[in-house]
């Protein structure tokens, strides 16, 4: 028997929860209506524009096919449909095992306006998506303007406040998973946990958790997921980040085989052409990846909160790190027309980072203006790196930094570099390098 796929309208506008949702002259009015709905291969999911689904959320469990996805989208004219959390969508996340770092938190309630669980085959596309904090508005009503702004600043610091998601998607249960595209999304203010880097916390973050019978179902993992024309700012912490796996530990040491990436890190990733503005930490990252694309993509005004006036409650988690776009535990990660501007000084705070992985290739891309400088080649376990023919205009603090690197190479770029700014950043270039047929030009004073 073969199964008819079905389509499901949602309005804020003109909907009734008593309809039956399936024409667009009987919507749903609420998200609510969708819950616990399996979706299977070509249902759609329409929100229609100028809709704006306040306290909703918008969980997804289903599979789709390779030649007839599932799809999440919006109908009509006007503003994208908009779906505003507000903290509500509360999941618990748990990796099932402790992650590279006793530092790193890896269990917890996480809040996520779009979750994506063990779903596949699955395009979502044209939303608007923003997870505020509201609550620390509410409570400062009839305050002082300064007591308000303590109290404010005092919350959204707070060292244990909920993580928070625009869009999280999660493999677990159901092996590899296949083609997850993420397309044309709007993510901003969403007001995450400014500590907890691999948590599901920020504008879009992917993660594999441990299955609960991992022999009967398979590695979780992911092969092919796309990022691509999505627009996110105002986000803590992370930008876009596909995506932390709870087998970290097969990817321990400097050398990577591709046969452990096949069998337990992520294939086909592809992030293009997306803009992230004002992220808390870190802007674009693969991880645990083979062969990913990373390209056309803009960070701007990075690590915005990786500082002591925000990042202020730590406790034992990890310090004050992160940088604009970069690989983590990836094999042959490729780096091509990007642009990095203004990240934001802290511990690292460059434009791009060559950090622990085999194989990164940096080629052709541009930075202005970081406060951190333009690349660093991270530690031991980074190897055969190479930044080639890229080009660095008025980066800050230090443009090269091969901290405790084995091998990073340094080849036909253009260093445009500030009269007192050092080629090298000052206590990390304690690496090996090799520069060859770079131009380096002090910039005029204006």
């Known amino acids: 028997m073969i199964r008819k796929s079905k389509t499901y309208y949602v309005s804020s506008i003109r909907g009734n929860d008593k309809n039956d949702g399936l024409t667009q002259e009987t919507p749903f009015r609420t998200l609510q209506q969708l819950t616990g709905r399996e979706l299977g291969p070509g249902d759609r999911v329409l929100l229609e524009r100028e809709s704006v689904f306040e306290d909703q959320y918008l969980h997804i469990r289903g599979k789709g096919e390779k030649e007839n996805l599932i799809e999440i989208a919006a109908y009509g004219e006007g503003a994208l449909p908009h779906i505003c959390a507000n903290g509500t969508g509360i999941w618990y996340q748990d990796y099932g095992i402790r992650l590279d770092s006793p530092a790193h938190v890896y269990r917890g309630d996480v809040s996520s306006a779009v979750l994506l669980y063990d779903a596949e085959y699955i395009w979502i596309h044209d939303l608007e998506i923003t997870n505020k904090d509201d609550i620390d508005r509410q409570s400062v009503t009839g305050k002082t303007s300064g007591e308000a702004r303590s109290e404010m600043a005092e919350r959204y610091s707070a060292p244990h406040k909920m993580d928070r998601t625009g869009v999280a998607v999660v493999a677990q249960n159901s092996g590899t998973l296949h083609e997850i595209i993420l397309q044309n999304l709007m993510i901003h203010d969403v007001d995450g946990n400014v500590y907890n880097k691999h948590m599901n916390n920020g504008g879009i973050y992917m993660t594999a958790l441990k299955p609960d019978n991992e022999e009967q179902t398979g590695i979780a993992r992911y092969h092919g997921v796309t990022v691509e024309d999505c627009c996110v ?3 803590s912490r992370w930008g876009i980040a596909v995506g932390y796996s709870y087998q970290h530990a097969r990817f321990a040491g400097a050398q990577l085989q591709e046969e452990w990436f096949l069998k337990y890190g ?4 592809v992030l293009r052409n997306n803009y992230v503005k004002n992220a808390g930490g870190d802007g674009i990252t693969p991880m645990y990846a083979l062969r990913p694309l990373v ?3 803009i ?7 990786m500082n002591d006036r925000i990042y202020c409650y730590p406790e034992e988690r990890m310090g004050k790190v992160a940088a604009a776009i970069w690989p983590w535990k990836c094999k042959n990660a490729l780096f091509r027309f990007n642009e990095a501007v203004d990240t934001k000084l802290n511990q690292d ?3 791009y980072d060559a950090d622990s992985g085999d194989g990164t290739v940096y080629e ?3 930075s202005r203006q970081n406060e951190g400088g333009c690349v660093m080649f991270c530690l031991e376990e980074a190897i055969h790196n190479t930044f ?3 080009v660095s205009y008025d980066d800050l603090g230090g443009i090269l930094s091969p901290s405790g690197n084995p091998d990073a190479y340094v080849s036909e770029n253009q260093f445009y570099i500030r009269k007192g700014v050092p080629l090298l950043r000052k206590n990390m270039s304690d690496g090996e390098i090799t520069l060859k047929n770079n131009v380096i030009s002090e910039l005029e004073s204006e």
């Open 266 to 269: 992520h294939e086909n990733i």
């Open 349 to 351: 705070g460059m434009a």
């Open 295 to 297: 390209e056309h993509n």
């Open 388 to 390: 080639r023919k890229n």
């Open 299 to 305: 960070s701007d005004s990075c690590a915005t909160e």
């Open 364 to 366: 052709y891309n541009y």
């Open 233 to 235: 700012w105002n986000v």
